[in-house]
């Protein structure tokens, strides 16, 4: 079946530690985006990319990483310097522009 | 800048009709579109609007206003399965390729 697989579903970190999280899709999309769910809250942009080896910076980038070297994986580094990394991470994907995007299950981080 | 704003909390009966309000702001606008998220899950898309008027996917309705930035989710039939978080969204001012959410409305369906 086509979708968004995201690993690992729930992660805990110490912190000061970098994680990645992954994102791999097999719907053939090009664009594919990073957000960030506080509780109760909205999702906020973290960062996109349109095509292979191009992304851009959403509104809350600081403290993250990412790459885009296959069309199908989009991993998110979250890195020491995010000051509070605690959240649930969604990945998602578009076939174009971001009229309909797709949803993997998400990623709930927790640092000790 | 860009900014959403909808309810923060809705509640109806089993069998009702509620409609969500959502209002935007933004200087580049290609369309709304509206997620349902379950709590602990993924959100799954809705509707997508870009033209003015109601769009009818069985008992879910989408409205728009561009005239009036504002459009509106209609709920028909209300199931308890329905209780769960809407979002509104628009692309970004800067890039069609950004999806800018609202902050959700929580709509709780009681028996």
């Known amino acids: 079946d086509g979708g968004i697989t995201q690993s690992p579903k729930y992660l805990f970190r110490k912190e000061g530690q970098n994680v990645t999280l992954s994102c791999e899709q097999n719907l053939n999309h090009d664009a594919m985006y990073w957000y960030r769910q506080d509780p109760g809250q909205g999702l906020r942009l973290i960062y996109y990319?349109?095509?292979?080896?191009?992304?851009q910076k959403g509104d809350i980038a600081e403290g993250y990483s990412v790459s885009r070297e296959k069309k199908e994986s989009f991993p998110l580094t979250v890195t020491s310097a995010q000051k509070n990394p605690t959240a649930f991470y969604l990945c998602?994907?578009?076939?174009?522009?971001?009229?309909?995007?797709?949803f993997g299950e998400g990623s709930r981080l927790t640092v000790l | 800048g860009q900014s959403l704003e909808q309810p923060s909390e809705v509640t109806a009966v089993e069998g009702a009709i509620v409609q969500i309000n959502c209002t935007y702001q933004t200087s580049g606008f290609y369309g709304l579109s509206w997620y349902q998220q379950h709590d602990g899950g993924a959100p799954t898309f809705l509707s997508y609007n870009a033209l003015d008027g109601l769009e009818e996917t069985g008992r879910f309705s989408s409205f728009l206003s561009r005239s009036d930035s504002y459009g509106y989710l209609l709920l028909q039939e209300l199931q308890m399965k329905d209780s769960a978080s809407y979002f509104c969204?628009?692309?970004?001012?800067?890039?069609?390729?950004?999806?800018?959410f609202g902050s959700g409305t929580r709509l709780l369906v009681r028996p």
């Open positions: 990319s349109q095509i292979v080896n191009d992304f």
């Open positions: 969204a628009v692309e970004g001012e800067d890039s069609s390729y950004k999806l800018i």
């Open positions: 998602a994907s578009s076939p174009a522009e971001a009229g309909e995007l797709f």
